[in-house]
């Protein structure tokens, strides 16, 4: 199986609004690094160009993105902070239902 067939295959697997959401993501992220492939990495969707670039995945109350850096998100705190967003050093938490803003999802990547 190719890394677009897995990551299809666990967005298939995935229900209504989460699907719906990470299917946005993987098209706003593939426009922003258009030459990365996707890959299964860690159980999760992402895109690599050479090295992984970030993963994304639903979970149980939310969505994530992990960019595979760990000084992106510290960086932006104060702002996802002011957007309500919860977040770790290496992701930020999101309702799939309140997508990210195209914006932030640039300066993340």
């Known amino acids: 199986m190719t890394g677009s067939e897995a990551v299809d295959t666990y967005l298939d697997a995935l229900s209504?609004?989460?699907?719906?959401?990470l299917l946005d993501l993987r098209g706003e992220l593939k426009a922003l690094v258009p030459d990365a492939e996707d890959v299964m990495s860690y159980g999760?969707?992402?895109l690599r160009r050479g090295k992984m670039v970030a993963g994304y995945a639903a979970f149980k109350a939310h969505c994530g993105l992990y960019?595979?850096?760990?000084?992106?998100?510290?960086?932006?705190?104060?702002?996802?902070?002011?957007?309500?967003?919860?977040h770790s050093k290496s992701g930020v938490l999101f309702p799939p239902e309140a997508r990210l803003p195209s914006d932030l999802v640039a300066r993340i990547v």
């Open 16 to 21: 209504g609004e989460k699907r719906a959401c």
């Open 44 to 46: 999760m969707p992402g």
């Open 67 to 86: 960019p595979h850096s760990g000084t992106v998100i510290p960086q932006l705190a104060a702002e996802l902070d002011s957007l309500g967003l919860k």
